[in-house]
């Protein structure tokens, strides 16, 4: 089925043949639904810290940085914006000219709200004569919003999300690669130093770094800590063929297979490269101006103190293993596994191997908020290869929908998933685990898209927080709502979170 060309093709992006078989072998099966025990709640899975236990967290957090630990903070930063600007792009195509939809009417009456005011009022006076109150004074409200869009305007329908301009301050507007820059002084940072590392899209990766070079200094010099600042691009050993809908390879006009991201679930390779001791993890768009950044660092302290104790106890059991535990201690060990890292043996026969796995393996805290309808996934209790059940993070799309208990866990789940992780990466030997080894490969998707008209299956890979963190010991914290604000159209920006 492959030809001498595809096998080129596959050389270059260092992809085997097994590889491709076995994708294209996932298209004609499908993948399992998962099976669920149930939704996650408070006391059943989701710990929810009292003032003192999070005043003791915190301080857990600062002892732990003291002993000179390396923290990296991990921002996945490669989106493009254009989603941001789907009802944008949808008027500038219209066949009106003045805002009639409610998005476009909020979004101009607005205007001058938006931290990229001024900058767009300066593109539109160099490019068409005038600023955007004379051209919307005008009708002109189209070229307004060209001229946020288009490459000849700001270009805000193709950057990134990471470089546009979210938060006005008196100093002057910043991006929210800026404001990750000041999250990571903030609490991320040790011995005097903070690790930032951004994953960005190969054709964003100048103008990531250009913006760095114009404002790490500043920061650095307003917080009193030195930056290390670095960026990796997905590899192309991730990526994931396209099938036609008879599950046959799809092809480009010019005969080559045609490749696709393989989704977020790919940054488990970059996230294997940090070289760390913990890692946070957190969206590039979901960041708040100065006045509202107290609670996010309060709790990104607490849940990484929880990990640094709970780590610390599963290390202790780890060395009490080693030198032979009593049958009283086997007992201790099996319920911390039980209570504190929700690990249900579910028959499996609970002894010191059993133990002993179940405590070496990478740990990560997950704050979650109540569930406000938002889109994405939630915290369930759900069952594993082995047959054990363990917190996970899921998305719709791993839910059978023909199962009416399952589907009413999701819909009637209390708490909703941000993306705010914290991650301890190595071993009670101070030795990093090999990340890709803990993802359970039978937990990707297929998605229905199209290329120049032609129906195409798509391949994703399990999720970064979901699949492919599915053999890690895992927590869930409840975390205010106050810490999630994440920007999904432009208008968002209006939100009084953002002002």
């Known amino acids: 089925m492959l030809t001498q060309q595809d096998l080129k093709q596959l050389a270059q992006k260092g992809i085997s043949e097994q590889q491709i078989e076995n994708q294209l072998g996932q298209f004609k099966t499908g993948f399992p639904f998962l099976k669920l025990e149930a ?108 001229n946020m869009l288009k490459a000849e305007g700001l270009n805000y329908g193709q950057l990134p999300k990471g470089l546009l301009l979210f938060h006005n301050y008196p100093e002057g507007p910043r991006t929210p690669m800026e404001e990750h820059l000041v999250e990571g002084a903030l609490y991320a940072a040790s011995n005097g130093e903070a690790h930032v590392h951004f994953t960005v899209s190969h054709e964003h990766m100048e103008l990531f770094k250009q913006k760095v070079a114009q404002k790490a200094d500043g920061y650095a010099k307003k917080y009193g800590i030195s930056y290390d600042i670095t960026f990796s691009e997905q590899k192309p050993s991730t990526d994931t063929v396209a099938a036609n809908p008879d599950g046959t390879p799809f092809r480009n006009s010019d005969g080559s297979l045609l490749f696709r991201p393989g989704g977020h679930g790919a940054l488990i390779e970059n996230l294997n490269e940090i070289d760390a001791d913990i890692i946070f993890v957190k969206n590039i768009d979901n960041v708040v101006p100065d006045r509202l950044k107290g609670d996010t660092v309060e709790w990104k302290q607490i849940i990484a103190g929880l990990l640094v104790t709970l780590q610390k106890q599963a290390f202790e059991y780890l060395r009490l293993l080693d030198a032979g535990a009593t049958d009283a201690q086997l007992q201790e060990i099996a319920r911390f596994v039980a209570d504190n890292l929700c690990t249900d043996a579910k028959g499996n026969r609970v002894d010191a191997d059993y133990l002993h796995k179940k405590l070496n393996r990478p740990m990560r805290v997950c704050g979650v908020v109540k569930n406000v309808g938002e889109p994405g996934g939630g915290p369930f209790l759900t069952y594993n290869q082995d047959g054990t059940v363990s917190l996970q993070i899921l998305e719709s799309s791993q839910i059978d929908k023909s199962n009416q208990a399952y589907m009413e866990m999701f819909t009637k789940g209390t708490h909703f998933n941000p993306v705010d992780l914290v991650c301890a990466v190595k071993d009670y030997q101070g030795k990093p685990f090999d990340l890709p080894q803990y993802v359970d490969p039978t937990t990707g998707f297929i998605s229905q898209k199209s290329k120049s008209g032609k129906e195409l299956q798509a391949l994703e890979l399990p999720g970064l927080w979901n699949g492919a963190m599915s053999d890690w010991s895992t927590i869930f914290v409840e975390v205010p709502l106050s810490t999630f604000n994440p920007v999904k159209t432009v208008n968002d920006l209006l939100r009084e979170q953002h002002q």
């Open 39 to 146: 939704a996650a709640a408070i006391g059943k899975g989701i710990v929810a810290p009292n003032a003192e236990e999070g005043k003791n967290y915190v301080a857990a957090w600062q002892d732990y940085k003291a002993q000179g630990k390396r923290v990296v903070k991990f921002v996945p930063a490669s989106g493009a914006a254009s989603r941001m600007f789907k009802d944008m792009f949808a008027f500038v195509d219209a066949d009106y000219d003045v805002p009639t939809t409610d998005f476009e009417k909020k979004y101009f009456d607005n205007i001058e709200k938006f931290a990229f005011y001024e900058e767009l009022d300066a593109v539109c006076v160099k490019n068409e004569g005038k600023g955007i109150k004379a051209l919307m004074a005008d009708g002109q409200y189209k070229a307004v919003a060209a």
